[in-house]
């Protein structure tokens, strides 16, 4: 099912990289935010050394790549280069894929180290989290798959605007899954663009995959490497019946099933966003929302 687009709409994407769809109705909204650092708590990780590759929850695996040539000191490149020859234990619906499995962690750098090694310790880690029989039963109640869960979970850490929200945003996600209606989120279109600014509003007939304000159901693929906060959301999402939300202002999130609800709570983001009184939001703020039609 295709979303009905109103006339005299335009897409944007925001200084923070998310995409908007800006229409005469309501609109969907979430945040990508920083989130803690998780730690790979063991003896020998410390008595690694100093050096040490961070990798934040959410990342995606280009960014993860990148990271691992500079902390090898490689020619750029050389990471992507590797997946080949890694060997990496992926599932098979990833098809080689590793994004969603480059688990977000602090990772010893070993002397000896290489690009390869790295991946799969990140991979390896990503399975003894993932492969567990609470994430298994949390996507069997979902009617979803490990590996779709995965790709939920990448949706909820680039869309939540705080932990706090995260299971709520998870059961918006899989309410409109189970209504059969498109996620509407600019977070995956985004991603297929790989951009993080710029004009989108060419892009908002894109035939790609990842493009949910078109395509019902999930992109093909994760859309970040999520940490085990979002996968707990999505494992174990609160119960309501939510369909949309938009960030007000930071640390106000507005969750409901009511489209005129929504409608309002949106009037109410723009007349804050424009308002001269308003300061600039800092980085790290909620982004502006993206459009989200009504349920038919």
Known sequence: MQMNTPPRSTMRLTRRGKLVLVVTGAVLAGTAVAVPLLSLASGRAEQAGPRTLVIPEGRRASQVYEAVDKALALPPGSTRKSLGKAGLKLP??????????????????PKGATPASLLR?????????????????GAQRNTLNVYQTVIVASIVQAEATAKADMGKVARVILNRLQRGMPLQVGSTLNYALNR???DAGE?????SPYNSYRRVGLPPTPIGNPGPEAMHAVTNPPSGDWLY?????????RFTADYAEHVRNVAEFNARRQSPAQSPQPSGSPRQPAVTQPPR
């Open 245 to 253: 939300y938009v960030t007000v202002k930071p640390g106000d999130t």
């Open 92 to 109: 098979k619906e990833a098809q080689g894929n590793p994004e969603g499995y480059l688990f977000p962690a602090v990772y010893p750098i």
């Open 203 to 207: 892009h908002a007939d894109s035939d």
């Open 121 to 137: 310790l990140m991979v390896d880690t990503a399975g003894k989290k993932f492969d567990t029989t609470p994430v298994a039963a």
């Open 196 to 198: 993080t600014g710029g």
